[in-house]
């Protein structure tokens, strides 16, 4: 489901070794070009995430305790920012969700400080969703 994707903390690795911003947002979009793609049945309003600028749906499957998501947006940058979120949450138990301080790690990769408010916006309206979806 999201093997093509590198986990987190190597996410984290790879932009020690990228210097530029430029070049760390081509990162991100080239993560988003990774993800598995979503149906056009999937792309529905109660997947759609709400309080981001573009569009933005993630869908939840799988039972137990592991969270697994897949996810799309309509920008080419918002999808790597979907990439991100899937690469820290999915696959995790649901109480490791739910207990990660995502904008901690996030913090790591300075992710706040290079992206539009708006944007910000989004990146926290994905993980309430995320959290929540884990939390019920």
Known sequence: MTAKLPA???IVADF?????????????IDLGKNLEPLTD?????ANKVRGCASQ?????????????FR?????????????????????KAKGEVTATDAEARLAEIDLAEHI?????????SMIKRIKAEAAA
């Not at 049945?41 to 309003?45: F, K, L, T, V």
């Not at 933005?56 to 697994?68: A, H």
């Not at 539009?116 to 926290?124: K, L, M, Y």
């Open 8 to 10: 987190f903390d190597d």
């Open 16 to 28: 020690e070794f990228i210097d530029e911003w430029d070049e760390k947002y081509r990162y991100i």
């Open 41 to 45: 049945e999937e792309r529905n309003e």
């Open 56 to 68: 933005v749906w993630l869908v939840f499957e799988g039972e137990g305790d592991d969270v697994r």
């Open 71 to 91: 996810g799309d947006s309509d920008a080419s940058i918002v999808k790597g920012l979907v990439a991100l979120m899937v690469s820290l949450f999915s696959g």
């Open 116 to 124: 539009t408010p708006q944007r910000s916006n989004g990146v926290a």
